[in-house]
């Protein structure tokens, strides 16, 4: 419908005209909302160029698509891109709504914290979030809707710091706050309810994470529906406590379950699809069936090749969820390729002194050593101790990471 849209108003109006370029925004949009990326973000580029050219930068439709842009951006993993974005959206945007503190304002510097955060400032993006709060709250009121998220980024950013007490309790007063405000089975509340569950899950604390995870999926079973796109990733999230709580035989079934009906409603390979996939294949391995998660995980990392590409954090993962099975099963000739790979995936994305990069250089190392040569993991050994770094002192195995999709993508594994 949007295709048909934009090429009618094309054929009428021409390229440049600003209900055609609008319309090229509205087609990238929808692309977005269906997980393919790599299509929305050149019609984003080309309706914010097309928009800044013939109404201006300032324009509330320019501002808008640079928004929209920026969110794209944060989304494929690319936060470098996203920041300058955010902070010229909000800059230019406080004019046209008049003050710092309206609802619009609060909701981009809720996704410009997320992308300060995702792109390894957590302290700059707690700090800007601690200064703002307590203006908006003053303006707006203690429990304005429009803040209650901003509680739950903060407590983000508290746990990539490793204030893990403060991002609970932060959590935790959202959770109260959301309840409250908006009532037990609002859809944010649900939402909150599972950030406060991923908290404790990020703890080891499984006692209390279980329960809260399965409180949101049955209440959105109930409210939205099983197949609702919210309803599928409460059912990952489960899945994912109950296989970090060493339990995977209960996680295998909520995942089936999700994966065919992601399927259905969202298609093959949407990338929550291939989330899916790639936490099934986990739990059939912590199931004790490697080789069936071996078929999953290739099939996840050819997909995810083709839908985000080579260089996005979701296929380096998968590259070394691969590499980490193949090991497990005694064959490295096709471990090592891939730790390869996927060691030089994660210093490219993250950083070479990022903790994952760093297990990295410690699986290479070991599976190097595990195949009788222990000459090629010497200089990786020597490359962490010239950085004041010990490789044995990180994770045998480090904990999965939660990547998100928008502010709710869940359980995303990067296994050893």
């Known amino acids: ?83 300058p974005l955010y902070v010229q959206v909000i800059t230019g945007g406080v004019p046209l709504v008049g003050d710092e503190e309206h609802p619009a304002i609060v909701h981009l510097c809720n996704n410009y914290a997320l992308a300060l955060r995702a792109a390894g400032s957590p302290d700059l993006a707690s700090r800007m979030l601690e200064e703002a709060i307590p203006r908006f709250r003053r303006v707006l009121g203690k429990e304005h809707p429009s803040i209650l998220p901003l509680l739950d980024t903060l407590a983000e950013a508290y746990a990539s710091t490793r204030k893990a007490r403060q991002a609970i309790n932060l959590h935790k007063q959202s959770l109260s706050a959301h309840r409250r405000v908006l009532g037990y089975e609002h859809p944010d509340t649900l939402t909150s309810t599972t950030n406060l569950a991923d908290a404790y899950l990020s703890t080891g604390n499984y006692d209390r994470a279980i329960p809260l995870h399965k409180q949101a999926l049955a209440a959105r079973r109930r409210v939205l529906g099983q197949d609702h796109t919210d309803t599928l990733e409460s059912a990952n999230s489960l899945a994912a406590a109950y296989e970090l709580a060493g339990d995977p035989d209960q996680a295998v079934p909520l995942l089936e379950q999700a994966l065919s009906a992601s399927r259905q409603v969202r298609g093959d390979e949407h990338p929550d699809t291939l989330t899916l996939v790639n936490n099934l294949a986990s739990a059939y391995e912590s199931a004790g069936d490697p080789h069936r998660a071996i078929n999953l995980y290739e099939q996840a990392l050819t997909d995810r090749r083709r839908v985000l590409g080579e260089e996005h954090l979701d296929t380096v993962a998968s590259i070394n969820n691969l590499a980490y099975t193949y090991r497990s099963v005694g064959d490295l000739d096709k471990a090592i390729p891939l730790y390869e790979q996927a060691l030089t995936g994660f210093q490219q994305v993250l950083g070479d002194d990022h903790p994952i990069a760093l297990a990295a250089i410690n699986n290479l190392a070991d599976t190097y050593t595990s195949a009788g040569n222990p000459a090629k993991a010497a200089p990786l050994r020597q490359a962490s101790a010239d950085r004041g770094i010990s490789i044995k002192a990180l994770p045998d195995r480090p904990r999965r990471l939660l990547f998100r999709q928008a502010r709710r993508r869940l359980a995303e594994m990067t296994r050893r």
């Open 1 to 83: 419908m949007f295709e048909q849209a934009l090429t009618g108003v094309k054929r009428v109006l021409g390229d440049e005209h600003p209900h055609t370029l609008t319309a090229t925004n509205n087609l990238a949009g929808a692309y977005a909302a269906a997980g393919d990326l790599k299509r929305a973000i050149p019609l984003h580029e080309q309706a914010v160029a097309g928009l800044k050219q013939v109404l201006g930068e300032a324009h509330p439709h320019a501002l808008s698509s640079i928004s929209h842009l920026a969110d794209a951006y944060r989304r494929t993993g690319d936060p470098d891109r996203a920041i």
